[in-house]
């Protein structure tokens, strides 16, 4: 004969953090929440602190070359990238928005933009990046400065242009000036860097361009106590 032992059932009497549960002697919560083992069904939603960017930027640089505000950025990598905002500002706090590019989507590559302010202001201006996900999330770039002389103290010249071996720079200004003079590629790489003491008047500098290969450069001079940033473009060919 099959024989039935009674079943006996241990009443859990807390719950998951130790606390009497509803219906238990000493229970002293409010009642208003199911018991269901753990705060009675109560739970906290924690919003995470930290976001995922759309965009890893590991460059922003620009200047004068001659005719227009250059502007130079390059993404290592992009996540759900819609497009950036290019902004403008005279003293570095109110922005405006002069323009915008579109941005890649999603990249594990690096990738280089470029933007024409081709209507820069004289003197001090400051730009900035906006850069906006598909859903909106941004976050803004490094601010970089770029100031455009209005007194015609500094004028440069580059001949021949284009040139294929040697080219000859003129640079007049009205002071004497330490000068760090650097050249950049299209995508703002650096491939030439020298440093250059003028005299006021008239300086004559020349410079073997034999190695370089066939493109448009731009020659950036900046002034070593004022920080003004001035350039040219030439043509290898």
């Known amino acids: 004969m099959l024989k039935v032992m009674p079943l006996h059932l241990a009443l859990v009497t807390t719950d998951y953090e130790g606390d009497i549960r ?7 919560g409010t009642g208003t929440a199911p018991d269901i083992g753990a705060d009675e069904g109560e739970f906290v939603v924690v919003t995470p602190d930290c976001l995922l960017l759309p965009i890893e930027l590991t460059a922003f640089t620009g200047w004068n070359n ?7 950025w390059t993404t290592e990598t992009e996540i759900n990238s819609d497009y950036f905002e290019i902004q403008r500002s005279t003293n570095g706090i109110d922005f ?7 941005a890649a989507g999603n990249s594990l590559l690096p990738l280089d933009y470029v933007f024409y302010d081709d209507a820069p ?3 001090l201006q400051y730009y900035r990046l906006k850069i906006v996900d598909i859903d909106y999330t941004y976050d803004y770039s490094n601010i970089i400065a770029i100031r455009i ?21 003129e640079i007049n200004t009205a002071t004497a000036d330490a000068m760090l003079m650097e050249i950049l590629d299209v995508t703002g790489r650096k491939v030439m860097s020298n440093t250059a003491s003028l005299q006021a008047g008239v300086n004559i500098l020349q410079l073997n361009i034999q190695h370089l290969p066939k493109a448009t450069y731009l020659i950036q001079f900046t002034n070593a106590v004022t920080g003004e940033v001035s350039g040219v473009q030439f043509v290898k060919y």
Request: aromatic share 12%.
């Open 22 to 28: 509803q219906g238990v002697v000493g229970y002293a």
């Open 149 to 169: 002389n209005d007194d015609s103290s500094e004028e440069i010249y580059v001949y021949p242009n284009p040139a294929t071996d040697f080219i000859t720079i």
């Open 66 to 72: 001659g005719v227009a505000n250059e502007l130079h």
């Open 121 to 123: 202001l004289y003197g």
């Open 96 to 102: 405006v928005t002069i323009g915008t590019s579109p």
